[in-house]
Structure formats: C-alpha cells, structure tokens
C-alpha cells in the first residue's frame, strides 16, 4: 500500500508539475496573444492611416485633374479668341492694304493730271510774251 500511496503521490506530483507547464505555457500564450493583438491593432492603424492617405492623394489628384480640365479649356478659349482676333486684324489689314493701294493709284492719277496741268500751263506761259514756263521760273525761285 505504501508502494500504491509513493506510486500515487509521485503521479500527483507529475499532475502539478504539469498543471504548472500547462498554467505557464497559458500565461506564455496569453501574454503572446496580447502581443499579436497589439500588432494587430498597430498594423489596422498603419491600413487606416495608409487608407487616408490614399484617400487624400486621390482627392488631390482629382481636384489637380479638374483644375487641369479647367486651365486647358480656358487656353482652349483663349486660343480660339486669338484666333479670331488675328481673322478680324487680318481683314482689317487686307482692307487697310486695298484703300491703301486705291489711295496710291489715286496719288498717281493726280500727280499725272497735275503733271499734264503744269505742261499744258507751261506751253500756254511759253506763248506769251516774256513768259516762261512756271516749273522753270519755280527752280530759279529755289
């Protein structure tokens, strides 16, 4: 009976000694477990955080993509009003150009109508007595 009380108390023994390793092996686990939960919880913190960042980004990135839209469409208007500026200079230039040449056609007409004016004087001054021709007495004045 001694044999089964020593068999007996050795086996409690083992019991608690392993009920110990299985409470430290828990408290082990345990302790790991809040670790992983802290990572866990860091590494959510870091998606959120990267999420909001994104987020961000994006919404820069829109409001860049519609002031882009809205610069290129006032270029676009810009270019057309320029376009239609340098239509209506160039009209403008062409008339300017063609009352500039019927201008100087008239010029010619006149200088010609007044260059035949001063012969035809001249020749009636020629045939007066004493007269002289009034571009000739013109250049001795000078």
Known sequence: MLEDLDQLAA????????????????????????EVEKERDALRKRQSDTEDRAQALQARLDEQVRERESLQAQADGA??????????????????????????????????????AQERIDAVLV?????????HSAQEAN
Do not use: C
Request: charged letters at 30%; aromatic letters at 2%; hydrophobic letters at 35%.
């Open 11 to 34: 086996r409690i023994g083992q019991l608690v000694q392993r009920t110990r390793q299985l409470h430290a092996e828990r408290d082990a686990l345990r302790a790991r477990l809040g």
């Open 127 to 135: 045939k007066l007595p004493g007269g002289q021709p009034l571009a």
């Open 79 to 116: 270019e057309q009003r320029l376009q239609a500026e340098l239509e209506r200079q160039a009209g403008e230039y062409r008339s300017l150009q063609a009352r500039y040449q019927a201008r100087e056609a008239e010029l010619a007409r006149l200088h010609g109508a007044a260059v035949q």
